[in-house]
């Protein structure tokens, strides 16, 4: 059973907007990752926010945890042709699970 | 640089052969895994190791089996291939609660 459910499922916006990924999960969890992957790639880790951060950046990236609501969301300001990519949450509690993804497709 | 392999990269068989799928990782991470990814299901976890001699059934175990005979390395093996075992494979690997590395996937058409 998947632990992660994203939401939307797929996103399309114009360059320089800002897209917003969601992610809820059902059990306690250690840390929460999301990881990005384009099309016939593997899987690249892009953050990871522990059970007891409450908010994380990395460049134009922005995570918040509220485990009160198991639920996570991504935000990538700014958004450039090259984010076009899925993009995955994964749980940590002992072993990651993933969600299905939310595909992303940001328009020049 | 360290880096996580997998061959073949794609693979044809037949139904009912026994295919093996090659993972090889020189971070000298303890944990590596094996997922499956299809279309609407996400990736879901088959096999899991923590360390040598160590294995561990994931989600979607039936099948499929993986031996850890060293750090480095964590085949999977699909004694008699079945169209439903269709997907692309990838092997990933971590140290501890972190991140995970995957490998570049394998393609695996059974027919």
């Known amino acids: 059973s998947q632990q992660g459910e994203e939401d939307p499922q797929a996103l399309s916006i114009q360059e320089g907007e800002n897209a917003t990924m969601n992610c809820s999960y059902k059990?306690?969890?250690?840390?929460l990752q999301w990881y990005r992957q384009n099309s016939g790639r593997g899987l690249v880790h892009l953050i990871l926010?522990?059970?007891?951060?409450r908010e994380k950046h990395s460049g134009r990236l922005r995570v918040t945890l509220d485990t009160s609501k198991k639920s996570s969301s991504l935000l990538i300001t700014a958004s450039r042709a090259a984010d076009t990519a899925s993009y995955f949450c994964?749980?940590?509690?002992?072993?990651?699970?993933f969600g299905q993804g939310t595909e992303l497709s940001v328009k020049p | 640089d360290a880096e996580i392999t997998q061959s073949p990269r794609h693979k044809i068989t037949e139904t009912g052969r026994q295919v093996t799928l090659a993972c090889h990782q020189t971070?000298?991470?303890?944990?590596m895994f094996w997922y499956r990814q299809d279309l609407g299901h996400g990736l879901r976890l088959i096999h899991y190791?923590?360390?040598?001699?160590?294995?561990n059934k994931g989600e979607v175990s039936d099948g499929y089996s993986v031996s850890r005979s060293n750090t480095e390395d964590l085949p999977l093996t699909l004694e008699s291939a079945a169209s439903s075992q269709t997907s692309v494979y990838f092997c990933?690997?971590?140290?501890?609660?972190?991140?995970?590395?995957f490998g570049p996937g394998t393609r695996l058409t059974v027919l």
């Open positions: 971070w000298n991470h303890n944990n």
């Open positions: 990933a690997s971590s140290d501890g609660y972190n991140e995970q590395f």
């Open positions: 994964a749980t940590d509690g002992g072993k990651l699970i």
């Open positions: 059990t306690s969890i250690n840390n």
């Open positions: 926010i522990r059970s007891n951060e």
């Open positions: 190791s923590y360390g040598v001699q160590d294995t």
